[in-house]
């Protein structure tokens, strides 16, 4: 479901933006990810700050909603329940621009932050683990793109491995977790 919202500054009239919040269920990764849960929710938070003052600072253009949509996913896979990420996915959905939060880290320290840990998920192996570190390796490239660390780093896991396919992260159709119910 796609919901039209409104968009408005002090200074200039309101527009329209569509919003599909991420379809992620009870989320890809299961307890052989390689992170602790307090871990897996310090990211999700950070993320779901970090795409919020994305879509803010960007006016809900299209480009940043589509950015939010795959960042708030991995949040969502990472912490099904995590609460900022949550919140900004239903105020979206409900066409409300969120309000800006302050983050712990710069988009640049963050970016560092995902690629730092991307690379020790990587070196753990395991198909989770292999899989959310090339997830944080494309989010970092995307948030800092003059970093040329981050940059080298994603574009051998892409010639490698190809891109991210972001429709399996973002329309999420795998099957509960044998060890969770639903509500």
């Given at each position: 479901?796609v919901?039209?919202?409104?968009v408005?500054?002090?200074?200039?009239?309101a527009k329209a933006?569509?919003w599909?919040p991420?379809?992620?269920?009870n989320?890809?990764?299961?307890?052989?990810?390689g992170m602790l849960?307090?871990?897996?929710q310090d990211y999700s938070?950070?993320l779901?700050s970090?795409?919020?003052?994305?879509v803010i600072?960007?006016k809900?253009?299209a480009?940043?909603?589509?950015e939010?949509?795959?960042?708030l996913?991995?949040?969502?896979?990472?912490s099904p329940?995590?609460?900022k990420?949550?919140?900004?996915?239903?105020?979206?959905?409900k066409?409300?621009?969120?309000?800006?939060v302050?983050?712990d880290?710069?988009p640049?320290?963050?970016?560092r932050l995902?690629?730092t840990r991307?690379?020790l998920?990587e070196?753990?192996?395991g198909e989770?683990?292999?899989?959310?570190?090339?997830m944080f390796?494309e989010l970092?490239c995307?948030?800092?793109p003059?970093?040329?660390?981050i940059?080298?780093?994603?574009?051998?896991?892409?010639l490698?491995?190809?891109s991210?396919n972001?429709?399996?992260v973002t329309d999420?159709?795998?099957k509960?977790?044998?060890?969770?119910k639903?509500?």
């Amino acid at each position: 479901m796609v919901l039209a919202a409104m968009v408005a500054s002090a200074d200039e009239p309101a527009k329209a933006f569509s919003w599909a919040p991420p379809k992620v269920g009870n989320g890809m990764f299961t307890n052989d990810l390689g992170m602790l849960d307090s871990e897996r929710q310090d990211y999700s938070t950070n993320l779901a700050s970090y795409a919020t003052n994305r879509v803010i600072a960007a006016k809900a253009s299209a480009e940043s909603l589509d950015e939010a949509r795959r960042i708030l996913a991995v949040a969502l896979h990472l912490s099904p329940r995590n609460r900022k990420a949550l919140v900004v996915t239903f105020q979206l959905g409900k066409g409300i621009l969120p309000e800006a939060v302050v983050s712990d880290y710069s988009p640049q320290v963050l970016a560092r932050l995902l690629l730092t840990r991307g690379q020790l998920l990587e070196k753990q192996n395991g198909e989770q683990n292999v899989k959310l570190s090339r997830m944080f390796l494309e989010l970092a490239c995307s948030m800092d793109p003059k970093n040329e660390d981050i940059v080298y780093a994603s574009e051998v896991q892409r010639l490698d491995h190809g891109s991210v396919n972001w429709a399996e992260v973002t329309d999420f159709k795998g099957k509960e977790k044998p060890d969770e119910k639903a509500p």
